[in-house]
């Protein structure tokens, strides 16, 4: 058996007149050394409160050094400069709430995915575009993961039993629509959920 591994190499191009001709050349560089951290904007991960402080641990409970990390507490924004998996904690003095980092660069951009850590993701009616009525596993050209999607007293509850990607067709009471794209996956031997509304975002 023939195993192939990818490489993939970065490159500057510089373009010089040259008595008046345009010449171009090659620089070969580390991606690690342009790349851009994009920064999260924590309004979007729906968390329970406004955040005051932030703390960030790799897989191995390990705290990330300071220089590693930034929190604007101002523009509740969040960027972490390595790429990786992380825990990070999220408090406002009173509360606190642990979530899981996915971090990762794409074409020169460093992004930063949240997930929910827990065995059982619940959402309520303020974290979902509606009270939902019914739910149904949806395939778009491949199978979802198998999970168990229930709804309990107007509440959400999906169980994996699988990493993966999940496609939950909600419906409301009213006849309301929506998709809910759902990633489990497991951080550090936790499970860990990823939601989103937007398809675009997996």
């Known amino acids: 058996m023939i195993q192939r591994t990818l490489l993939t190499f970065f490159y500057l191009v510089h373009v010089k007149n040259v008595n008046g001709k345009l010449k171009v050349t090659l620089e070969e560089v580390k991606e690690e050394d342009y790349i851009e951290n994009l920064p999260?904007?924590?309004?979007?991960?729906?968390?329970?409160?406004?955040?005051?402080?932030?703390?960030v641990q790799n897989a191995n409970g390990q705290p990330l050094a300071s220089n590693f990390?930034?929190?604007?507490?101002?523009d509740q924004t969040l960027s972490i400069s390595q790429n990786g998996q992380f825990f990070?904690?999220?408090s406002?003095?009173?509360?606190?709430?642990?979530?899981?980092?996915?971090?990762?660069?794409?074409?020169?951009?460093?992004?930063i995915d949240l997930y929910h850590l827990t065995d059982e993701l619940i959402l309520t009616t303020?974290?979902?575009?509606?009270?939902?009525?019914?739910?149904a596993l949806e395939s778009f050209g491949f199978e979802p993961v198998s999970v168990k999607a229930t709804?309990?007293?107007?509440?959400?509850?999906?169980?994996?039993?699988?990493?993966?990607?999940?496609?939950l067709h909600l419906t409301g009471k009213n006849e309301e629509t929506a998709y809910l794209y759902i990633e489990s996956k497991k951080i550090a031997g936790q499970w860990?959920?990823?939601?989103?509304?937007?398809e675009e975002a997996f």
Request: no cysteine; proline share 6%; aromatic share 12%.
């Open 88 to 90: 990070v904690t999220f």
């Open 92 to 111: 406002d003095g009173t509360q606190q709430q642990k979530m899981a980092a996915d971090v990762y660069s794409y074409d020169f951009v460093r992004s």
């Open 69 to 74: 990390y930034n929190f604007n507490q101002q």
């Open 126 to 135: 303020q974290e979902l575009p509606f009270e939902p009525a019914h739910v």
């Open 40 to 55: 999260l904007d924590l309004s979007e991960s729906k968390l329970p409160f406004i955040p005051t402080e932030v703390t």
């Open 151 to 167: 709804i309990l007293n107007g509440q959400l509850h999906v169980t994996p039993k699988a990493e993966g990607l999940s496609i």
């Open 192 to 198: 860990a959920f990823l939601v989103s509304e937007d």
